[in-house]
């Protein structure tokens, strides 16, 4: 399915009278938009029941005002954005699932929704987006059950060379693609788009996400690799989404593929690129390291225990951690950074593995007016348990606002909450300790441009790691992991 400009608006006064005029409005919206009868009022249902939380919890029957009803179509499915400016919840009003407006909360309403976000905007209230997946077929409406076995031990006895062409993907291409992802990981790869070829075409034709793949001789397709996260960090981009068939493992294939992203890079003046390596095994850190990545940070137990690496590793012990791995493609354009004292070290280290210097500077006295907006994200497609908070302004009210996200996603059960912070704004420099008090602890870094250089932190909610069971190619990469193990607050426990 392919994105569309058609976009409408409903304003309600925030009495449950209109919830009915909610229910309507998305549910017509969404069948003009294509979508069948059914599910289209099964989402009118959810959003509805979405409206009589906003209403009730926000507002209540003292308070009056609008909330705004947006509908359009993404790249993956339908989006229904509810906008309000009520009272801050306090987390003693959410008792239950189906009356919590957390993003986890949103999540249970109805079984319909896929995808939440909450979008905190400071006085301007916030938003709260809903997407709906539409029924795209999967790969197992495209195979039949006997194709979609596993396949044969990757150590293979032709061991003949086998040469690949990487071109641009093409709309064909995607149905294989997502049978190569099913025979490598069964249905546990993180990103559940893989699986849908619709949605990953779409998602290309959108500009979201860039796909090549990897062509043998015989014209056989080998494999798939994309880049993406340019939208957010235009100067840095991600890639990632890789998958080979386990039967042409160890030939090239990812290499080649890595090579005709990184040229594309170049030449349209990305920065720097980064990727993201399991640590079950070491396979892709060994590529990636003799491509000139090198390691800057980890990502802990980011995928559940229930992924499977066909031919490698058939199961894993805890949640699979990723060591995170950059290289700059052009030289950097550097700003002044600001991280807490306690990690000026390490971050200085890391610049310098990665062929740049920044020496870290210590902030002047300032004060912030603005209010924090922050974006908290749970989607059905990311790993069960994992929440990310992303800053989209700096206020004084930061760490507040922080606190009580957390204290959300913890009420909720998430596992492990990521959160990324801007060591360019000079408030981090005495943010990060006030948080490593409250249980986030440093996991890296990912350098940017002249104004953007991410620290990552992340809270483990009750997860013990074994450090020990990570496998790297480097010392440097082990280093790294180490130097973040003593960080972690759970391996004191």
Not at 172 to 199: K, L
């Amino acid at each position: 399915m392919s994105a569309s400009c058609e976009y409408s608006k409903l304003v309600t006064p925030t009495d449950v009278s209109y919830l009915h005029v909610i229910k309507e409005y998305v549910s017509s919206t969404a069948q003009v938009l294509g979508i069948t009868k059914p599910l289209a009022d099964s989402i009118g249902d959810s959003v509805s029941d979405a409206g009589a939380i906003v209403m009730n919890q926000s507002y209540g029957p003292e308070l009056w005002g609008n909330i705004e009803i947006s509908c359009d179509l993404t790249a993956t499915g339908f989006r229904t954005i509810i906008k309000e400016t009520g009272l801050p919840l306090d987390q003693s009003e959410i008792t239950q699932c189906s009356h919590d407006l957390t993003e986890a909360g949103l999540l249970c309403i109805r079984g319909t929704i896929d995808e939440v976000s909450v979008v905190n905007l400071g006085p301007d209230g916030q938003e709260i987006h809903l997407i709906k997946y539409l029924a795209d077929k999967s790969v197992t409406d495209y195979f039949q059950a006997c194709e979609l076995k596993a396949s044969a031990p990757a150590i293979s006895i032709n061991t003949k060379p086998v040469s690949f062409t990487v071109r641009f993907l093409k709309p064909a291409d995607a149905i294989e693609v997502a049978g190569i992802a099913y025979r490598t990981y069964g249905y546990s790869y993180p990103n559940e788009n893989m699986y849908y070829p619709q949605r990953l075409s779409a998602l290309n034709s959108n500009g979201r996400i860039i796909s090549v793949v990897a062509v043998t001789d015989k014209g056989e397709i080998a494999g798939h690799s994309a880049i993406f996260g340019c939208h957010g960090r235009p100067q840095v981009c991600e890639i990632g989404q890789a998958v080979v068939r386990p039967e042409l493992r160890g030939k090239g294939c990812l290499r080649k593929m890595t090579e005709f992203l990184l040229n594309y890079c170049r030449n349209r003046g990305i920065l720097g690129v980064y990727v993201r390596a399991v640590t079950a095994h070491s396979f892709s850190q060994k590529v990636s390291d003799k491509m000139g990545f090198k390691c800057c940070g980890t990502v802990l137990a980011y995928a559940s225990m229930s992924t499977i690496f066909r031919n490698i590793n058939e199961s894993l012990p805890q949640r699979e951690s990723f060591v995170v791995e950059y290289q700059y493609i052009l030289k950097p354009r550097l700003s002044k950074i600001f991280p807490p004292d306690r990690h000026r070290d390490i971050v200085r280290k890391i610049y310098s593995e990665l062929g740049a210097d920044v020496p870290p500077e210590t902030p002047p006295e300032s004060k912030v007016k603005e209010h924090t907006i922050l974006l908290v994200t749970t989607t059905a497609f990311m790993p069960e348990g994992f929440a990310k908070i992303e800053i989209v302004q700096y206020g004084y009210d930061l760490l507040e606002k922080i606190k009580q996200s957390l204290e959300k996603l913890l009420f909720r059960k998430f596992e492990v909450i990521a959160l990324t912070l801007n060591m360019t704004k000079p408030c981090v420099y005495s943010l990060v300790p006030k948080l490593e008090e409250i249980g986030f602890f440093f996991t890296g870094m990912l350098p940017g441009g002249e104004d953007d250089a991410a620290l990552t932190m992340q809270y483990l909610n009750h997860v013990k790691l074994d450090y020990s069971k990570m496998e790297t190619y480097s010392d440097w990469t082990a280093e790294i992991i180490e130097y973040v193990r003593k960080q972690d607050p759970n391996q004191k426990l």
